[in-house]
Each structure stands twice: as structure tokens, then as C-alpha cells.
């Protein structure tokens, strides 16, 4: 009996020692896969940013139906409407109920509002209004801002310094703001860098048509209707680019997409901004007629450009500079690269050197960009640098 007892004693510690040493490995390896597998996959940060974009673009939409946009300038003469300030503070709110850790690049900040309380109403009203319509998703960004004072709040988190360290997000609530005003093309964007790394990036562009085969057309602005229109891009680093409709309902599925296979370069459809301001249509132009492109350049705003060509609508996006000093923005091309990139194609600047987004809020080791199926970037390129060249 007592030899009995001292047996199971005995095998009942040896047990406990052993559970006791695979502790440490246990929880290394729940770690492990806490950390290593959504990093890795991106799966989740997707999926917020997609809903983020989503929402963002339903409010954008409503603020289009209004005849008071509540445009101000800022003090580079650039516009900022009810709706940028409205989309930033609903992203901004969803990533940090989901992310409160990480860093956020946004283009806007809420100075203005906190003396302009006319402007700052108006903008609550549309925020408070906007809710997906799929209750779960809503909860998952973290449900409505509480409060107007914590809304100018939420606006103003967006002041990252950026650099080459930790996860850090970049917004661009409406891209393409005069596109926008004009009843253009404008795109609710927003990007995850990871050490530097585009990792995660989705475009939502409420006026694009929403057929992936669709004839790119030059959108300069008109009158707008939904019909067929809206498409959410949105691409993983690694895992390819995809889209789908953009709707007020639940998430479509999403459907890979990739650039149009280039044989001829001269029979290449390229796209670049409506703003002479922006890229230099002359020597887009020069470049062009350099590949012995005939057809028209299509002019649209905003990143809608990456994402046309990403999906074959279009060939080449080039946006050349017209001033020495001007340093793009990040949050103005992030998403767009990881789209086009990961649907077969190339974006460097002028140089022919990628795009660095760990310089901080801009692009400040790059000039201009150069974005065009992988077979015939070198081509574009070689074209670019002629035109440059002869001008210098
Ligand atoms: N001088 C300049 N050169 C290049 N880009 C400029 C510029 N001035 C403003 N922009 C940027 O051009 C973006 C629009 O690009 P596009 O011409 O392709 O539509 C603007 O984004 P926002 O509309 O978000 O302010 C703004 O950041
Ligand atoms: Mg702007
Ligand atoms: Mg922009
Ligand atoms: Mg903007």
C-alpha cells in the first residue's frame, strides 16, 4: 500500500517536473505564432484597412451629395474639404481601436478646426452619420467617435514623423481633392510600412467603374452617378493585388488582378495627372512621342492612376517633376505601389531607384515617378532619361 502510494507520488511529481519544463517552450511557441503569423501574413491589417477605406469612402460619398463641402485652403494653396477631415478622423479611429501601438502618417491635421467650430460641425454631422452597414464589421473598427472634441483629436494623430523603424501607417483620406470638388476621380487611401516596407495597401476610388475590363477614360470631372461605379484595391506584399466593388454592404470577394502584358510600346495607354501643377505634361509628352505612343495620354487625379494600370485599364503612370524643390508625399503613392508592384509591375522615380518610404513623410531621396509593367519598365525608363537629359 505505502510502496503504491509512493510510486504514484512519485510519478505524479515526475509528471509535474515535466509539465513544469515545457513551460518556457509552450510559451515561446504561442508567441511565436502570436507575432510571426499575423506579421507574416498581413491577413488582419488587410482586412481593417480594407473596412477603414470602405467606411471612410461612404462618408466621402455623402459629403459629394452636399452642396457644402466646407473647402478650405491650406498654406500651400491646396484644397481640404469636410470630407478629407471626415475620412481621416473615421481611419484613424478604426486602426487605433485595432493597432493602439502603432504610428500614423496622415496628410490632415485639426489646427483649422479648433478655432473654424462652424467647419468642425458640419464635419461631426457626416462622421456620426457614417456606420457600415454590417453591424460586426462596424464593431470591428472600434463602432462611432463618442464625442466632437474626440474626433478633433482622432484628426490630429496623424503627425508621425515617419522613418525606417516599426509599423507605421499612412493615410491619405481623400487623394486627388480637386479631382474630388470637380466630380473626378479621387481615391481613400491608406498603407502599412513595415521598417520602411510597404507591406499592406488599399485604395478605395468611389468613381472608377467598378468592371475591371473597363476602357480607361480620362475623368476630368462630371456630374456623378453610382451606377457601376466603386472599387476597393488592395494588395500584401508577396501575395498579389486584387479588387472588388466598392459598396455600402458587406465586403465583396476580392479577385486578383494583374497588369495588361505590353508587346507593342507604342501602342501603351499612359495616364498622368489633370493637374499641369503636379507632373510635367510636357515632358510626359516628349516621353511619350519618344516611345512612338500616338494615343492620348489619359488625365485622371489621384492614385486611381496605380490602380488602373494595376488592373490593365491602363499601361503607364508617369509624373514627371516641375520643380526641383517639391518632395512628393508619402501617403500619395504607398498604396499605389504595392498595388502595382504586386500585380506584375515596376515604380521607380526618375532615377530608375525604387521609392523610399523610410525617409519620413516624404519621398525625399526620389523625384518623380516612373510606374509601367516589369518587361517594359527599362524601356519606359531609358525614354525618361533621354527626355530629361536633353533638357538639362
Ligand atoms: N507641386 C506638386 N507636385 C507634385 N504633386 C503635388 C504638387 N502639389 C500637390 N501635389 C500632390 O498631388 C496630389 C494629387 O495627385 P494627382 O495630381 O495625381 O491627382 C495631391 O494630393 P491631395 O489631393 O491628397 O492633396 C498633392 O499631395
Ligand atoms: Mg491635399
Ligand atoms: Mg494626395
Ligand atoms: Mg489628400
Redesign the pocket.
Known sequence: MSYKLTLRTLTLVSTLILALSLIPTLRRLTLLTHHIAPTMTYTREQQIALLAVQRAAILTKAVYKTSAKGTLSKS?A???TVG?FGAQALIISALKHNFPDDEIVA?EEASDLRSNTALRDQIWAHVQETRLQDEDAEKELGGPIPSVERMVDVIDMGGSKGGASGRIWTI?????????LRGG??AVCLALLVDGQVKVGVLGCPNLPVDDTARLEASIGQDQTDEGKGVLFSAIEGQGALSRPLTDGPLADGKKIAMRGVTDIAKAIFC????A???SHGDQAAIAKKLGITNASVR????A?YGSIARGAGDLYL?L???QT?Q??I??HAAGVVIVNEAGGKVTDVAGKPLDFSKGRTLADNKGVVAAPKDVHEQVLAAVKDVLGVKA
Open positions: 500651400d491646396s484644397p481640404v478629407d496628410e491619405d483620406p481623400i487623394d486627388g481633392t480637386k479631382g474630388f476621380q479621387y498622368e495627372s489633370v493637374e501643377g503636379h507632373s485622371m487625379d489621384s492614385q492612376k509624373r517633376p516641375v520643380s517639391y512628393e508625399k501617403w500619395d
